[in-house]
């Protein structure tokens, strides 16, 4: 069993920042894949940005304000998001696969939620 936390979330204005933190309960130098994912009221949940095999991918929605990044040492996943705007309200959940590719158990967190208003 993995735990996934997450962090950092809140109540920012339009054209402000936040930094979603999710600490994982054991290493995650050796997952498959990592990333975020948000669900807005009424939405399926989308993917926004996703760390695998060494790729970064991004939401188109998202791309040159959002960063996700890793540090292994922590065992933490980060998402920083500049430039935010209303339609970035969501529960944003942090994400992890191990195991080998034939054979991923998924796990997710408890969700925070990220509020962009005025």
């Known amino acids: 069993q993995v735990q996934l936390v997450e962090s950092g979330g809140g109540l920012v204005q339009p054209g402000g920042s936040l930094r979603l933190s999710c600490a994982a309960s054991?290493?995650?130098?050796?997952?498959?894949?990592m990333g975020w994912y948000r669900q807005a009221p009424g939405k399926q949940r989308e993917l926004v940005a996703i760390m695998r095999g060494g790729r970064i991918n991004y939401r188109e929605s998202v791309k040159g304000r959002f960063t996700i990044s890793r540090d292994n040492a922590k065992n933490t996943l980060y998402l920083q998001m500049n430039s935010l705007k209303p339609e970035d309200t969501a529960v944003y959940y942090c994400?992890?696969?191990?195991?080998?590719?034939?054979?991923?158990?998924?796990?997710w967190g408890q969700g925070t939620q990220v509020t962009v208003s005025s």
């Open positions: 994400n992890a696969d191990f195991g080998a590719t034939t054979s991923l158990t998924t796990y």
């Open positions: 054991r290493s995650i130098f050796s997952s498959y894949a």
